[in-house]
Antibody
Framework: QVQLVESGGGVVQPGRSLRLSCAASGFTFSTYGMHWVRQAPGKGLEWVAV????????YYADSVKGRFTISRDNSKNTLYLQMNSLRAEDTAVYYCAKDTMAFDTWGQGTMVTVS | QSALTQPASVSGSPGQSITISCTGTSSDVGGYNYVSWYQQHPGEAPKLMIYDVINRPSGVSNRFSGSKSGNTASLTISGLQAEDEADYYCNSYTSSSTRVFGGGTKLTVL
Protein backbone atom coordinates (compact mmCIF):
# COMPACT_ATOMS: atom_id res chain seq x y z
CA GLN A 1 0.00 0.00 0.00
CA VAL A 2 1.01 3.64 -0.40
CA GLN A 3 3.13 4.64 2.58
CA LEU A 4 5.21 7.61 3.69
CA VAL A 5 7.50 7.37 6.70
CA GLU A 6 9.22 10.47 8.08
CA SER A 7 12.34 10.41 10.21
CA GLY A 8 15.08 12.69 11.46
CA GLY A 9 13.19 14.77 14.00
CA GLY A 10 14.52 15.58 17.44
CA VAL A 11 15.57 18.32 19.81
CA VAL A 12 17.94 20.94 18.40
CA GLN A 13 19.27 24.26 19.65
CA PRO A 14 18.27 27.55 17.99
CA GLY A 15 20.51 28.39 15.06
CA ARG A 16 21.47 24.77 14.39
CA SER A 17 20.49 22.54 11.49
CA LEU A 18 18.50 19.34 11.01
CA ARG A 19 17.65 17.18 8.02
CA LEU A 20 14.35 15.34 7.76
CA SER A 21 13.75 12.35 5.50
CA CYS A 22 10.58 10.83 4.09
CA ALA A 23 10.75 7.29 2.72
CA ALA A 24 8.09 6.50 0.13
CA SER A 25 6.74 3.11 -0.93
CA GLY A 26 3.78 1.60 -2.74
CA PHE A 27 3.71 4.08 -5.61
CA THR A 28 5.97 5.37 -8.38
CA PHE A 29 7.71 8.08 -6.34
CA SER A 30 9.50 9.60 -9.33
CA THR A 31 6.22 10.63 -10.99
CA TYR A 32 4.74 12.69 -8.14
CA GLY A 33 5.44 16.06 -6.62
CA MET A 34 5.92 15.99 -2.87
CA HIS A 35 5.25 18.42 -0.02
CA TRP A 36 6.29 19.17 3.52
CA VAL A 37 3.58 20.42 5.88
CA ARG A 38 4.05 21.25 9.56
CA GLN A 39 1.88 21.67 12.62
CA ALA A 40 3.05 23.49 15.72
CA PRO A 41 1.79 22.10 19.04
CA GLY A 42 -1.90 22.93 19.43
CA LYS A 43 -1.94 24.93 16.18
CA GLY A 44 -3.18 24.47 12.64
CA LEU A 45 -1.54 23.07 9.54
CA GLU A 46 1.06 25.18 7.73
CA TRP A 47 2.28 24.37 4.23
CA VAL A 48 6.10 24.47 4.09
CA ALA A 49 7.44 23.49 0.66
CA VAL A 50 6.81 21.55 -2.54
CA UNK A 51 9.13 19.88 -5.04
CA UNK A 52 8.20 18.71 -8.53
CA UNK A 53 8.44 15.08 -9.57
CA UNK A 54 11.92 15.52 -11.04
CA UNK A 55 13.23 18.08 -8.57
CA UNK A 56 13.39 20.87 -11.12
CA UNK A 57 10.85 23.14 -9.42
CA UNK A 58 10.76 24.05 -5.75
CA TYR A 59 8.56 26.52 -3.87
CA TYR A 60 8.60 27.59 -0.24
CA ALA A 61 6.46 29.34 2.35
CA ASP A 62 7.74 32.81 3.17
CA SER A 63 8.34 31.70 6.76
CA VAL A 64 11.06 29.23 5.72
CA LYS A 65 12.41 30.71 2.47
CA GLY A 66 16.17 31.03 2.54
CA ARG A 67 16.50 28.70 5.55
CA PHE A 68 14.93 25.43 4.42
CA THR A 69 15.72 23.40 1.29
CA ILE A 70 13.52 20.66 -0.12
CA SER A 71 15.15 17.95 -2.23
CA ARG A 72 14.58 14.39 -3.38
CA ASP A 73 16.46 11.29 -4.48
CA ASN A 74 14.27 9.35 -6.86
CA SER A 75 16.74 6.45 -6.91
CA LYS A 76 16.13 6.02 -3.18
CA ASN A 77 12.41 6.96 -3.18
CA THR A 78 13.21 9.54 -0.53
CA LEU A 79 12.23 13.16 0.09
CA TYR A 80 14.33 15.48 2.25
CA LEU A 81 13.97 18.76 4.11
CA GLN A 82 17.21 20.48 5.11
CA MET A 83 16.43 22.95 7.86
CA ASN A 84 19.07 25.56 8.72
CA SER A 85 19.10 28.49 11.15
CA LEU A 86 16.32 26.89 13.15
CA ARG A 87 14.13 29.06 15.36
CA ALA A 88 11.83 28.31 18.27
CA GLU A 89 8.86 28.95 15.98
CA ASP A 90 9.95 26.04 13.76
CA THR A 91 8.95 23.65 16.56
CA ALA A 92 6.31 21.40 15.03
CA VAL A 93 5.35 17.98 13.74
CA TYR A 94 6.58 17.80 10.17
CA TYR A 95 4.59 15.73 7.68
CA CYS A 96 5.48 14.75 4.15
CA ALA A 97 2.60 14.39 1.71
CA LYS A 98 2.13 13.13 -1.84
CA ASP A 99 0.84 15.65 -4.35
CA THR A 100 -2.09 15.17 -6.70
CA MET A 101 -3.04 18.86 -6.52
CA ALA A 102 -4.22 17.77 -3.07
CA PHE A 103 -2.35 16.01 -0.29
CA ASP A 104 -3.76 12.55 -0.84
CA THR A 105 -1.32 10.59 1.32
CA TRP A 106 0.38 11.70 4.53
CA GLY A 107 3.09 10.23 6.70
CA GLN A 108 2.72 9.90 10.46
CA GLY A 109 4.94 12.92 11.07
CA THR A 110 8.20 13.56 12.87
CA MET A 111 8.54 16.00 15.77
CA VAL A 112 11.10 18.79 15.67
CA THR A 113 11.71 20.76 18.86
CA VAL A 114 13.92 23.85 18.73
CA SER A 115 15.01 24.68 22.25
CA GLN B 1 0.79 34.10 1.90
CA SER B 2 -2.09 34.89 4.25
CA ALA B 3 -3.99 31.93 5.63
CA LEU B 4 -7.45 31.22 4.30
CA THR B 5 -10.24 32.24 6.67
CA GLN B 6 -12.29 29.56 8.40
CA PRO B 7 -14.60 29.81 11.42
CA ALA B 8 -12.80 28.70 14.56
CA SER B 9 -15.62 26.36 15.56
CA VAL B 10 -18.93 24.94 14.44
CA SER B 11 -21.29 22.53 16.13
CA GLY B 12 -24.30 20.42 15.34
CA SER B 13 -26.43 17.62 16.69
CA PRO B 14 -26.34 14.07 15.37
CA GLY B 15 -28.28 13.81 12.13
CA GLN B 16 -28.06 17.51 11.36
CA SER B 17 -26.03 19.18 8.59
CA ILE B 18 -23.28 21.72 9.04
CA THR B 19 -21.27 23.83 6.63
CA ILE B 20 -17.72 25.12 7.10
CA SER B 21 -16.64 28.06 4.98
CA CYS B 22 -13.16 28.85 3.66
CA THR B 23 -12.57 32.34 2.31
CA GLY B 24 -9.58 33.38 0.27
CA THR B 25 -8.90 35.68 -2.65
CA SER B 26 -8.91 35.61 -6.42
CA SER B 27 -5.24 34.56 -6.20
CA ASP B 28 -6.08 31.29 -4.50
CA VAL B 29 -9.58 29.93 -3.81
CA GLY B 30 -11.30 32.09 -6.41
CA GLY B 31 -8.72 31.57 -9.13
CA TYR B 32 -8.37 27.81 -9.23
CA ASN B 33 -10.46 24.67 -8.74
CA TYR B 34 -7.77 23.20 -6.52
CA VAL B 35 -9.43 23.49 -3.13
CA SER B 36 -9.16 20.49 -0.83
CA TRP B 37 -10.45 19.66 2.64
CA TYR B 38 -8.82 17.61 5.42
CA GLN B 39 -10.14 15.97 8.56
CA GLN B 40 -7.81 15.57 11.54
CA HIS B 41 -8.59 13.69 14.72
CA PRO B 42 -6.39 14.37 17.79
CA GLY B 43 -2.99 12.76 17.56
CA GLU B 44 -3.52 11.61 13.98
CA ALA B 45 -2.30 12.74 10.58
CA PRO B 46 -4.76 14.68 8.42
CA LYS B 47 -6.99 12.77 6.01
CA LEU B 48 -8.08 14.02 2.59
CA MET B 49 -11.87 14.37 2.43
CA ILE B 50 -12.51 16.52 -0.66
CA TYR B 51 -10.26 17.47 -3.59
CA ASP B 52 -10.64 19.73 -6.61
CA VAL B 53 -13.47 21.56 -4.81
CA ILE B 54 -16.13 18.87 -5.19
CA ASN B 55 -14.57 15.41 -5.51
CA ARG B 56 -14.49 12.73 -2.84
CA PRO B 57 -11.65 10.21 -2.67
CA SER B 58 -12.58 6.56 -2.68
CA GLY B 59 -13.70 5.47 0.76
CA VAL B 60 -14.89 8.86 1.98
CA SER B 61 -18.55 8.93 2.95
CA ASN B 62 -20.96 10.67 0.59
CA ARG B 63 -22.16 12.65 3.61
CA PHE B 64 -19.21 14.94 2.86
CA SER B 65 -19.56 17.38 -0.03
CA GLY B 66 -17.73 20.44 -1.29
CA SER B 67 -18.63 23.54 -3.26
CA LYS B 68 -17.28 26.96 -4.22
CA SER B 69 -18.69 30.35 -5.01
CA GLY B 70 -16.33 33.16 -5.88
CA ASN B 71 -13.54 33.35 -3.33
CA THR B 72 -15.30 31.14 -0.78
CA ALA B 73 -15.27 27.35 -0.67
CA SER B 74 -17.47 25.28 1.60
CA LEU B 75 -17.50 21.83 3.14
CA THR B 76 -20.90 20.40 4.07
CA ILE B 77 -21.34 17.39 6.30
CA SER B 78 -24.82 15.93 6.33
CA GLY B 79 -26.26 13.41 8.76
CA LEU B 80 -23.71 14.33 11.43
CA GLN B 81 -22.23 11.43 13.36
CA ALA B 82 -20.18 11.38 16.54
CA GLU B 83 -17.13 10.20 14.56
CA ASP B 84 -17.22 13.41 12.51
CA GLU B 85 -16.06 15.40 15.53
CA ALA B 86 -12.59 16.59 14.48
CA ASP B 87 -10.64 19.55 13.15
CA TYR B 88 -11.17 20.45 9.50
CA TYR B 89 -8.79 22.37 7.27
CA CYS B 90 -9.17 23.77 3.78
CA ASN B 91 -6.26 24.21 1.39
CA SER B 92 -5.83 25.95 -1.94
CA TYR B 93 -3.30 26.22 -4.72
CA THR B 94 -2.12 29.81 -5.22
CA SER B 95 -0.98 32.01 -8.09
CA SER B 96 2.58 31.76 -6.73
CA SER B 97 2.53 27.98 -7.20
CA THR B 98 2.48 27.59 -3.42
CA ARG B 99 -0.27 26.20 -1.24
CA VAL B 100 -2.11 27.81 1.66
CA PHE B 101 -4.18 26.30 4.48
CA GLY B 102 -7.07 27.74 6.38
CA GLY B 103 -6.73 28.27 10.11
CA GLY B 104 -8.82 25.22 10.87
CA THR B 105 -12.32 24.64 12.25
CA LYS B 106 -13.14 22.54 15.28
CA LEU B 107 -16.35 20.60 14.73
CA THR B 108 -18.23 19.57 17.85
CA VAL B 109 -21.04 17.02 17.62
CA LEU B 110 -23.39 17.86 20.47
Amino acid sequence: QVQLVESGGGVVQPGRSLRLSCAASGFTFSTYGMHWVRQAPGKGLEWVAVISYDGSDKYYADSVKGRFTISRDNSKNTLYLQMNSLRAEDTAVYYCAKDTMAFDTWGQGTMVTVS
Amino acid sequence: QSALTQPASVSGSPGQSITISCTGTSSDVGGYNYVSWYQQHPGEAPKLMIYDVINRPSGVSNRFSGSKSGNTASLTISGLQAEDEADYYCNSYTSSSTRVFGGGTKLTVL
